[in-house]
């Protein structure tokens, strides 16, 4: 499967942000999706994962409340809404694809990436 990010941008603080992630190549439905970021000179961090069906989500703890995670599967896309944004959500961010059904924040048990969209927050 092939991911394509966008949606990244430069955005003052409390400012929103909505990132979208177009799947193709394969059965979009049968992989579980994550976002990551990274901050220069930081590892690659989890920040969101939704499951195949868009049943469960689950967040990091400092995104949690602000950021939310949705899918449609018709349109093999998976979007990531960025709300209340800080200047340390500033990082690069990658939509990333996972076979196994079973929970993961490591960046490792994701099969396929996305190229990353920057997201800019200015205080």
């Known amino acids: 499967v092939q991911l394509q990010a966008s949606g990244g941008g430069l955005v003052q603080a409390e400012g929103s942000l909505r990132l979208s992630c177009a799947a193709s190549?394969?059965?979009?439905?049968?992989?579980?999706m994550g976002w990551f970021r990274q901050a220069p000179g930081k590892e690659r961090e989890f920040v969101s994962r939704?499951?195949?069906?868009?049943?469960?989500?689950y967040y990091a703890g400092s995104v949690k409340g602000r950021f939310s995670i949705f899918r449609d599967n018709a349109k093999n896309t998976v979007y990531l809404q960025m709300n209340s944004l800080k200047p340390e959500d500033t990082a690069v961010y990658y939509c990333?694809?996972?076979?196994?059904?079973?929970?993961?924040?490591?960046?490792?048990?994701?099969?396929?990436w996305g190229q990353g969209t920057q997201v800019t927050v200015s205080s």
């Open positions: 939704i499951s195949r069906s868009g049943g469960s989500t």
């Open positions: 190549g394969r059965t979009f439905s049968s992989y579980d």
């Open positions: 990333a694809a996972d076979w196994s059904i079973r929970y993961s924040e490591s960046p490792n048990e994701y099969e396929y």
